[in-house]
Nanobody, 119 residues
Framework: QVQPIESGGGVVQAGDSLRLSCAAS????????MGWFRQAPGKEREFLAH????????YYADSVKGRFTISRDSAKNMMYLQMNSLQPEDTAIYYC????????????WGQGTQVTVSS
């Protein structure tokens, strides 16, 4: 059983940076994959990035490539999302998700953390 727990959300101004954290409590597995998603009011959940735990290989949605960086600290069982040049359209609830099947079929989700970007 894995329970992702997000932290680090808040209110920032346009152009600011913010780093989100996700603690992967419980076991992590050799074929662990973790990802970040977000959901803005009235919109569907959007994939942002995912990372292969064993290798550190990262994959991004085109919408955030070059602005957001996903990373992980295996020793601490922590994953991060560094977000730069934030804009009001980045306002959303950000979710951390985990998969222990080696795929992006994420079966474990956090409760989400609110990010609000003011103009």
């Amino acid at each position: 059983q894995v329970q992702p727990i997000e932290s680090g959300g808040g209110v920032v101004q346009a152009g600011d940076s913010l780093r989100l954290s996700c603690a992967a409590s419980g076991r992590t597995f050799r074929n662990f994959v973790m990802g970040w998603f977000r959901q803005a009011p009235g919109k569907e959940r959007e994939f942002l990035a995912h990372i292969i735990w064993a290798s550190g290989d990262a994959y991004y949605a085109d919408s955030v490539k070059g602005r957001f960086t996903i990373s992980r600290d295996s020793a601490k069982n922590m994953m991060y999302l560094q977000m730069n040049s934030l804009q009001p359209e980045d306002t959303a609830i950000y979710y951390c998700a985990a998969s222990n099947t080696g795929s992006t079929d994420f079966g474990y989700w956090g409760q989400g953390t609110q990010v609000t970007v003011s103009s």
